[in-house]
């Protein structure tokens, strides 16, 4: 991220204290050094511990402030829980990122229950399992917060060959829209931010297997402003919905995406041309990266 085009004060966020899962890598760990830069103390979750202490390592180097390392596998409700005591203990948190996930493309018609839960454990469970335990300590500590989901323009018209991925981000769309009128009195607030495309090695290892990251020609060519996003654009919608100043925001899912999605729906549709050899080299190639990370987790 170009943290020269933040658009927000130094200090605006002074106070905060934001939990961001999949805070160690991607559009985590982008969103985890604006909210740094700008005052707020951050808590970073996912599997990987080394990952996380390097990112947390990385950041505070330039920014200076806290930045704390959070193992923890959100598809586990009692994993959360030890994980949120230990936060909870430094103070209440004002902000929650749910921005963990996991997908890959495939023909549905080639998935098995297994893989189906691979992605709706983590996106559709888990970040309801966060969200659930964050709530009620706020509720019951009588403290306000702001909760933001990174969904997908999917959310609004599907994308075929990543089902799971779509069905369980629509469900956290209808969990926010839900719990923003449920726990509106509480003076807890959701808000959705569904990106476009915005390369990072996770998200272009397994949907666009074999492309490069600089390339991602795809994604520039059909997209209406000829680019793919930059993280600052990203990072500046998520502190305006998290940050003091506009707190009426409530229940909104906002796109980032170019208006890729009114040109093109946005979504994995031209796969349709590919045939059962290109899907294999697909699946071999998500194959391998998927074993790569799993070998660095430590929950
Ligand atoms: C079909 C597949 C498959 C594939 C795995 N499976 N890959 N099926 N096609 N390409 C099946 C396996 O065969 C197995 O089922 C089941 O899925 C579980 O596979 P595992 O490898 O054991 O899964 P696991 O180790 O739990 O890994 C979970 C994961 C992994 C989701 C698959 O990639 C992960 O943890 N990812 C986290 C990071 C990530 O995905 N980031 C990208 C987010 S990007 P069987 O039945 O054979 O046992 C994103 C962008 C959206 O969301 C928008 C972009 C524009
Ligand atoms: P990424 O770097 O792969 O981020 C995913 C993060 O989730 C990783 O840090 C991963 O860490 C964490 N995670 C996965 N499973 C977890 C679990 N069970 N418990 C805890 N943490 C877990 O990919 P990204 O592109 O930045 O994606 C971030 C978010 O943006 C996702 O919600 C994605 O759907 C969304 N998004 C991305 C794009 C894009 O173009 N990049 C577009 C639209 C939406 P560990 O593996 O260490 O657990």
């Known amino acids: 991220m170009d943290a020269e085009k933040l658009m927000f004060k130094d200090g605006l966020m002074r106070g905060e204290r934001i939990l961001v899962t999949g805070g160690g890598t991607g559009l985590g760990k982008e969103m985890s050094e604006a909210f740094l830069k700008l005052g707020a103390e951050v808590i970073i979750a996912g599997r ?38 230990g936060v909870w203990a430094g103070g209440p948190l004002t902000g929650l990122v749910n921005n963990a996930a996991g997908n890959f493309i495939s023909r549905t018609e080639d998935l098995s229950p297994r893989a189906f839960d691979a992605i709706a454990n983590i996106v559709f469970r888990g970040s309801f399992y966060v969200t659930l335990d964050v709530g009620k300590r706020w509720i019951t500590g009588g403290h306000k917060g702001s909760v933001i989901n990174i969904l997908t323009t999917w959310v609004w018209n599907g994308s075929p060959f990543t089902v799971p991925s779509a069905m369980s981000k629509s469900g956290l769309r209808a969990m926010a829209e839900s ?8 003076g807890i607030r959701f808000n959705n931010i569904a990106p476009g495309p915005f390369p990072t090695k996770g998200a272009w290892e397994r949907l666009s297997p074999g492309q490069s990251l600089e390339a991602g020609e795809n994604s520039r060519t059909g997209n209406p402003m000829g680019r793919v996003g930059q993280m600052h654009e990203l990072c500046n919608l998520a502190v305006l919905l998290l940050a003091p100043g506009a707190e009426y925001i409530n229940g909104q899912t906002i796109a980032i995406d170019g208006a890729s999605y009114q040109a093109t729906g ?12 290109q899907w294999q080299a ?6 391998s990266s998927n074993e790569k990370d799993r070998a660095q987790r430590t929950t």
Not at 64 to 80: F, N
Not at 282 to 287: G, H, L, Q, S
């Open 266 to 277: 946005g979504n994995f549709s031209q796969l349709r041309a590919w045939d059962d050899a």
């Open 179 to 186: 719990l923003a009128v449920e726990w509106g009195r509480y």
């Open 48 to 85: 990987r511990g080394g990952v996380l202490q390097e990112t947390a390592d990385e950041l505070m180097g330039r920014w200076g402030g806290t930045v704390i390392p959070a193992p923890c596998d959100i598809r586990s409700a009692e994993a959360i829980s030890d994980m949120l005591d």
């Open 282 to 287: 697909v699946r071999d190639m998500i194959k």
